[in-house]
């Protein structure tokens, strides 16, 4: 499946397993299917969950800064690809 990049991943929160990405072209919407791809990072998941400055959005624009919900550890600097169908 064809991937386009949509954003980097600014700061990981360990507790609420939060990713801070920096939406850098397109756009994230909630159901959308991400991946996450780093050094040691690389999984795909659903957004099932997404809020910027602690209040739940539907979709995240280009220089947003949003939380997505994550299931696993993320790094800074890894990269988000929105998978395209």
């Known amino acids: 499946m064809p991937e386009e990049q949509v954003g980097l991943v600014i700061k990981f929160f360990a507790k609420p397993s939060v990713a801070a990405v920096e ?20 999984f795909t998941e659903e957004v099932l969950s ?4 602690n209040n739940p959005v539907e979709e995240a624009k280009v220089g947003d800064l949003v939380g997505i919900k ?10 988000v690809y ?3 169908e």
């Open 23 to 42: 939406v850098t072209s397109g756009s994230i919407k909630k159901g959308d299917i991400l991946k996450y791809k780093g050094h040691t990072t690389d």
């Open 50 to 53: 997404m809020e910027i400055d």
């Open 70 to 79: 994550v299931k696993e550890r993320v790094r800074e600097n890894d990269k």
């Open 82 to 84: 929105k998978v395209v």
